[in-house]
């Protein structure tokens, strides 16, 4: 039988199905540009501040495996369309919001209507788009929409806070959101799981709680260091995950089908997704701080110098499913693999700053970009693509909730690797002379280094401007040391486990 081939109606549709993509990524970063002129305006506390932030990235995660479950049950553009209108309302709502409980709680809310447009968009790509080559291609575009999203995030949230107030931000989001709504039902076709069961919110409960868990216990970590409160959380996170693992095993309409899990193209993928965000999120923490406090950049600046990394993983994304139609997946996936390596282990050259140093960097995070991205591509198609098509919202929660996870756990994990390497190198290193105070200060992040050394006098704040650089160098490099051996390592467990599937062009993966 020949599978259908998406025509001109479908690929419009994907165009609107890019546009809230976009808009999610950029408001994972946009806020914190405004974050001076927030607090100025609002007057946060510190705790404050940090859940503005956070609850949004917070409740996306969380909210993930459900909202792609809903969509199966009840419909996935309906969900998509509802998820809009309140991701536009809550976007309108924040914009002009008097006081930070106000932000937080639609900050919350956007999070939770994002939550809703993630797996949607994904689910509904798998129905669009039949034939496995025209849905590799459509994966290509849905995953560099996030990456466009992510880099013009900051350079248009600086041009809008360069002339309007805060909240003008989030009015970014609003005609977008409405264009999504009057395109949506002309162009985008409703399908779901028609004999889907009812939704259970114990279920629903479980994997909320358990993520959010995991993700404030981690970044709490990473944060503030490791201590008893942010264990207990992770600890409580798990023990609740497992729950909700056997509770499934139970249930005769599960929130996640975990026979899933059981054909390895999903598992590993799925797998391959978490491992190698783990070690991207790591390096990325500490390449946005060395480009601004090593380099002296500006916020705006350092974003600039990123954009050609942004550029050359497009070009990953939208090369990947080309040449995986003459080679096995599996091989482009390794094959990405062992270019982010490479990436990987040019920033362990890093010496300092200066041309050549800035040099390193660039061309690193363009190789890296260009390997992590075509990896993502091949294993996003591979999850929609094994998982039955009444399943496909599930599936899809499934791949963001391991992108979330893992950006998390890298930020956590390798972040904590690297805190753990500047801090014993600065304590050994660390002038005589310095106050016992301004010494701890000093110890705890690049950041305080270079402002406590703005305050010594001049040779003996030089002296330690520099001790604290190399420091951090240092702990950039030993970063760079464990994602290099993190994607080997992966890019030998795909080849090993996945070499069997043929290319696209040969069979589908269910089918392998």
Same mark, same amino acid.
């Not at 080559?133 to 995030?153: C, H």
């Given at each position: 039988?020949?599978?259908?081939? /998406?025509?001109?109606?479908?690929?419009?549709? #994907?165009?609107?199905? +890019?546009?809230?993509?976009?808009?999610?990524?950029?408001?994972?970063?946009?806020?914190?540009? /405004?974050?001076?002129?927030?607090?100025? $305006?609002?007057?946060?506390?510190?705790?404050?501040?940090?859940?503005?932030?956070?609850?949004?990235?917070?409740?996306?995660?969380?909210?993930?495996?459900?909202?792609?479950?809903?969509?199966?049950?009840?419909?996935?553009?309906?969900? #998509?369309?509802?998820?809009?209108?309140? @991701?536009?309302?809550? !976007?309108?709502?924040?914009?002009?919001?008097?006081?930070?409980?106000?932000?937080?709680?639609?900050?919350?809310?956007?999070?939770?209507?994002? *939550?809703?447009?993630?797996?949607?968009?994904?689910?509904?790509?798998?129905?669009?788009?039949?034939?496995?080559?025209?849905?590799?291609?459509?994966?290509?575009?849905?995953?560099?929409?996030?990456?466009?999203? !992510?880099?013009?995030?900051?350079? #248009?949230?600086?041009?809008?806070?360069?002339?309007?107030?805060?909240? =003008?931000?989030?009015? #970014?989001?609003?005609?977008?959101?409405?264009?999504?709504?009057?395109?949506?039902?002309?162009?985008?076709?409703?399908?779901?799981?028609?004999? =889907?069961?009812?939704?259970?919110?114990? =279920?629903?409960?479980?994997?909320?709680?358990?993520?959010?868990?995991?993700?404030?216990?981690?970044?709490?970590?990473?944060? $503030?260091?490791?201590?008893?409160?942010?264990?207990?959380?992770?600890? +409580?996170?798990?023990?609740?995950?497992?729950?909700?693992?056997?509770?499934?095993?139970?249930?005769?309409?599960?929130?996640?089908?975990?026979?899933?899990?059981?054909?390895?193209?999903?598992?590993? !993928?799925?797998?391959?997704?978490?491992?190698?965000?783990?070690?991207?999120?790591?390096?990325?923490?500490?390449?946005?701080?060395?480009?601004?406090?090593? @380099?002296?950049?500006?916020?705006?600046?350092?974003?600039?110098?990123?954009?050609?990394?942004?550029?050359?993983?497009?070009?990953?994304?939208?090369?990947?499913?080309?040449?995986?139609?003459?080679?096995?997946?599996? @091989?482009?996936?390794?094959?990405?693999?062992?270019?982010? &390596?490479?990436?990987?282990?040019?920033?362990?050259?890093?010496?300092?700053?200066?041309?050549?140093?800035?040099?390193?960097?660039?061309?690193?995070?363009?190789?890296?970009?260009?390997?992590?991205?075509?990896?993502?591509?091949?294993?996003?198609?591979?999850?929609?693509?094994? /998982?039955?098509?009444?399943? +496909?919202? &599930?599936?899809?929660?499934?791949?963001?909730?391991?992108?979330?996870?893992?950006?998390?756990?890298?930020?956590?994990?390798?972040?904590?690797?690297?805190? &753990?390497?500047?801090?014993?190198?600065?304590?050994?290193?660390?002038?005589?002379?310095?106050?016992?105070? *301004?010494?701890? &200060?000093?110890?705890?992040?690049?950041?305080?280094?270079?402002?406590?050394?703005?305050?010594?006098?001049?040779?003996?704040?030089?002296?330690?401007?520099?001790?604290?650089?190399?420091?951090?160098?240092?702990?950039?490099?030993?970063?760079?040391?464990?994602?290099?051996?993190?994607?080997?390592?992966?890019?030998?467990?795909?080849?090993?486990?996945?070499?069997?599937?043929?290319?696209?062009?040969?069979?589908?993966?269910?089918?392998?």
């Amino acid at each position: 039988m020949n599978t259908p081939r /998406a025509a001109r109606r479908e690929w419009i549709g #994907l165009a609107v199905l +890019a546009l809230p993509c976009l808009l999610l990524a950029m408001d994972l970063t946009v806020l914190y540009l /405004a974050v001076p002129a927030l607090s100025a $305006d609002l007057a946060p506390s510190s705790a404050q501040l940090l859940w503005i932030l956070d609850i949004y990235g917070f409740l996306i995660a969380g909210s993930l495996i459900t909202m792609g479950t809903l969509g199966d049950r009840i419909g996935r553009r309906r969900l #998509l369309l509802i998820g809009a209108a309140a @991701f536009g309302v809550a !976007s309108a709502v924040a914009a002009f919001a008097t006081t930070a409980p106000m932000l937080i709680a639609t900050r919350a809310l956007l999070g939770v209507a994002g *939550a809703t447009l993630m797996p949607s968009t994904l689910a509904l790509i798998r129905n669009m788009f039949h034939d496995p080559r025209q849905r590799s291609t459509a994966i290509a575009v849905w995953l560099t929409s996030f990456m466009v999203g !992510s880099a013009i995030g900051p350079l #248009l949230g600086g041009v809008m806070l360069e002339h309007f107030w805060w909240g =003008s931000v989030f009015l #970014l989001n609003v005609p977008v959101m409405a264009l999504l709504l009057v395109l949506g039902p002309m162009l985008l076709p409703e399908n779901r799981d028609p004999n =889907s069961g009812r939704l259970d919110l114990l =279920s629903a409960a479980l994997s909320l709680v358990a993520i959010l868990a995991i993700i404030y216990g981690i970044k709490r970590s990473a944060q $503030d260091g490791f201590s008893a409160i942010s264990g207990l959380a992770i600890l +409580a996170g798990f023990a609740i995950g497992v729950a909700f693992v056997l509770r499934q095993r139970t249930l005769r309409d599960p929130l996640i089908d975990l026979r899933l899990f059981q054909v390895p193209a999903f598992s590993t !993928s799925v797998g391959t997704q978490l491992i190698a965000l783990i070690a991207m999120a790591g390096i990325y923490l500490f390449t946005a701080q060395y480009l601004q406090l090593v @380099f002296g950049f500006s916020p705006l600046l350092a974003g600039l110098w990123l954009l050609p990394s942004t550029i050359a993983g497009i070009a990953g994304s939208m090369l990947a499913p080309l040449i995986a139609r003459q080679i096995r997946p599996a @091989f482009v996936m390794s094959g990405g693999l062992i270019l982010s &390596a490479i990436g990987f282990a040019m920033l362990t050259q890093l010496e300092g700053g200066g041309t050549s140093g800035l040099t390193i960097l660039v061309g690193a995070f363009v190789i890296l970009s260009v390997g992590i991205s075509a990896t993502m591509t091949v294993t996003t198609d591979l999850i929609v693509g094994v /998982a039955p098509p009444e399943r +496909a919202g &599930a599936a899809s929660a499934i791949s963001e909730t391991s992108s979330e996870l893992g950006l998390a756990l890298g930020v956590g994990i390798i972040g904590s690797i690297g805190t &753990a390497v500047y801090r014993r190198d600065i304590a050994r290193s660390m002038p005589g002379e310095i106050p016992t105070e *301004a010494a701890d &200060a000093a110890r705890d992040t690049l950041g305080n280094a270079l402002a406590v050394a703005a305050r010594l006098p001049d040779q003996l704040g030089a002296e330690l401007a520099d001790v604290a650089r190399a420091a951090f160098t240092h702990a950039l490099r030993t970063t760079a040391v464990t994602g290099t051996v993190i994607v080997i390592a992966l890019a030998i467990v795909v080849v090993v486990v996945l070499g069997h599937l043929k290319p696209r062009s040969t069979t589908e993966p269910a089918a392998a």
